[in-house]
């Protein structure tokens, strides 16, 4: 089995930043790519803002100074010197799709890559690479530095090895994988979106506020958080790419993003990286 020293992220919006953070925090090598610079400049402050509140809530954080072990670059042609790659682009199938397609000439023949998605099916995109044995999901969770247990998804071509060294690897940053089998939305989010979804479809139809939506979760069941709060975490445009990716792998109406959730995405109210979505945040 390689050792793995040198980690290359693909694409640097919330998922790549704690993903960065997370294993530059464990003395690992990073390579931080997107292709937009002013992502990389965005991601730059955001990573510096999670090690700040990271080092304020754990005494123990970080020890290494975790920029230092991050390299920013709009050059793809970079994860050629990586040994383990986390990928991390916009939920959009055709998106995803036409990056493999680069992938197949740029990841080294000892790679291993794993498909950071919401509802992508592994194994449709392992299918690119020259090596898709070893391919496999890690649905990371957010925010990526507080949620330390993810799924870890076995798409059809995925070898017991390749699940191996990815549970190890794991856990090398306190991180432990759940494994699943590979279909869209694996468990979390084939759920998941579908409660968000319905939250969404009763605010449109007047059942309750938002507020009172999110306090039956969170008082009545135990949540920490409501749907509605959790939709803005992860990002409405997110969520409605993700609802767009089930739809079309299920062929399943129940999966039809509600009209609201479009009409927000369309007006540009993304969640708290807009700074607004169901709420309203003020963040630094
Ligand atoms: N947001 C969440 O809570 C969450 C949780 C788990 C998994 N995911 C998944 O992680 C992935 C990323 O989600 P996110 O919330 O970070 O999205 P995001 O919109 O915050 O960031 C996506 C980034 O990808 C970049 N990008 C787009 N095309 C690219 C390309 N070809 N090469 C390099 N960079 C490219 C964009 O410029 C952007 O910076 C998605 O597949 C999503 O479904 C998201």
Redesign the pocket.
């Known amino acids: 089995m390689t050792t793995i020293k040198q980690i290359a992220v693909?694409?640097?919006?919330?998922?790549?930043q704690g993903v960065a953070y997370q294993f530059a925090k464990y003395d690992y090598d990073i390579t931080l790519?997107?292709?937009?610079e002013e992502?990389l400049a965005k991601a730059k402050k955001e990573i510096r803002n999670i090690e700040r509140l990271d080092k304020m809530l754990h005494k123990s954080a970080a020890t290494v100074n975790v920029l230092d072990k991050i390299t920013f670059t709009t050059d793809?042609g970079a994860v050629a010197a990586a040994d383990f790659i986390i990928e991390?682009?916009?939920?959009n199938i055709s998106?995803k799709e036409n990056?493999y397609q680069q992938l197949k000439n740029i990841v080294s023949d000892h790679a291993l890559l794993a498909v950071?998605?919401?509802a992508v099916s592994v194994t449709r995109l392992a299918a690119f690479l020259k090596n898709p044995q070893q391919v496999m999901g890690i649905?990371?969770?957010?925010p990526v530095h507080l949620k330390p247990t993810v799924e870890v998804i076995r798409g059809h071509h995925t070898t017991p090895a390749t699940i191996e060294a990815t549970q190890a690897l794991l856990h090398t940053v306190k991180m432990t994988g759940v494994v699943v089998n590979d279909m869209p939305g694996f468990i979390s989010n084939r759920v998941l979106m579908l409660t968000i979804n319905e939250a969404i479809f009763a605010l449109q139809d007047g059942v309750a506020t938002i507020p009172d939506i999110d306090k039956i979760f969170k008082e009545c069941f135990g949540h920490k958080m409501g749907p509605l709060e959790t939709a803005d975490?992860?990002?409405l445009?997110?969520i409605l790419y993700?609802l767009d990716v089930l739809l079309a792998s299920y062929n399943d109406s129940k999966f039809r993003p509600a009209p609201l959730l479009r009409k927000m995405v369309d007006a540009g109210l993304h969640g708290r990286?807009s700074k607004e979505g169901f709420y309203k945040y003020d963040l630094n």
């Open positions: 693909i694409g640097a919006g919330i998922m790549g790519t997107d292709i937009s992502a793809l991390n682009i916009t939920e998106l990056l950071n998605t919401s649905h990371f969770m957010n975490l992860i990002g445009d997110t993700t990286k």
